[in-house]
């Protein structure tokens, strides 16, 4: 017993199919709000996991990049332990190096021995000793040179000679 009573002129009355197609529509406007929202949602995760994701990457870059330093100090001192054990071979393979480093050590003894005398720089070859000396007085510097003689080298050439009156005399004696 249901009666339907219609107050609204039959000419203001919207159609059976517009209320259909609105009902569509909001259906549509329904599912498509659910939609943006859990786009919306996805969105916000996928951001969040790729900032997690390069926070990752950030770490292991810098962690590759203090490797790669301490690589790279670890490489110079490779170079330099090479360059060094080369040079020792190299020396140790000289034939009259034994005879110049011992002749070194005499003369560092007898430098030792004179007051006031030091070395200040010696070069090592097979074929040459390059040593330089300073002392503080003239008695000292001849003490030396007296006691050259005793070293059997064909040349001792004497090529430098300095005096400052405050360090004394510098001396470079090449022996070969």
């Not at 009573?5 to 569509?24: D, F, H, M, R, Y």
């Not at 070293?151 to 510098?170: D, E, P, R």
């Amino acid at each position: 017993m249901d009666k339907k009573i219609n107050l609204i002129p039959s000419e203001l009355t919207v159609s059976a199919k517009t209320v259909k197609l609105v009902q569509s529509l909001n259906r549509l406007s329904i599912i498509g709000f659910a939609v943006l929202i859990f786009l919306t949602v996805g969105l916000i995760a996928v951001s969040v996991y790729f900032s997690i994701e390069i926070g990752k990457i950030t770490s292991q870059i810098d962690s590759l990049k203090t490797k790669i330093v301490s690589m790279q100090k670890t490489e110079q001192q490779l170079v330099l332990i090479k360059d060094k054990i080369s040079k020792i071979e190299f020396v140790l393979s000289s034939p009259n190096i034994d005879k110049n480093i011992e002749n070194f050590k005499a003369l560092n003894d007898v430098i030792a021995l004179t007051p006031e005398s030091t070395i200040t720089e010696v070069e090592i070859k097979p074929d040459l000793l390059d040593l330089s000396f300073s002392t503080k007085t003239s008695d000292s510097f001849s003490q030396v040179f007296e006691k050259l003689d005793t070293f059997k080298y064909k040349n001792i050439l004497l090529s430098a000679l300095n005096y400052t009156s405050t360090g004394g005399f510098l001396a470079n004696i090449l022996f070969k």
